[in-house]
């Protein structure tokens, strides 16, 4: 059982930068992926930046290609998501994921943290 918990949210201008954090409790093993994903209101959750562990493989979505940067300490069961330049269309409430990375499913998810983008 893996439990996860997002912080770093917030309300910020175009422009600015956020650091967000998962923290997971129960064993994160290197057959596991981890990932953040978002939902916006009235749009469907989608994957934000992906990695897995046993093949140190990194995956973003393309709309944050370049601004966002993930990373994680895996010893220390955690999980950073870097956004810069944020946009207005990155609002969302950002959750972060794991499952085992084969079959490729999201198990456990956290509660989400929101962030808000002004222009």
């Known amino acids: 059982q893996v439990q996860l918990a997002e912080s770093g949210g917030g309300r910020v201008q175009a422009g600015a930068s956020l650091r967000l954090s998962c923290t997971a409790t129960g064993r994160i093993t290197p057959q596991h992926q981890q990932a953040w994903f978002r939902q916006a209101p009235g749009k469907d959750r989608e994957l934000v930046a992906k990695?897995?562990?046993?093949?140190?493989?990194?995956h973003y979505a393309e709309s944050v290609e370049g601004r966002f940067k993930i990373s994680g300490d895996r010893n220390k069961k955690m999980l950073w998501l870097q956004m810069n330049d944020l946009q207005p269309g990155d609002t969302a409430v950002y959750f972060c994921a794991t499952g085992l990375s084969y079959p490729g499913t999201w198990d456990y998810w956290g509660q989400g943290t929101q962030v808000t983008v002004e222009a």
């Open positions: 990695l897995t562990w046993n093949t140190a493989d990194i």
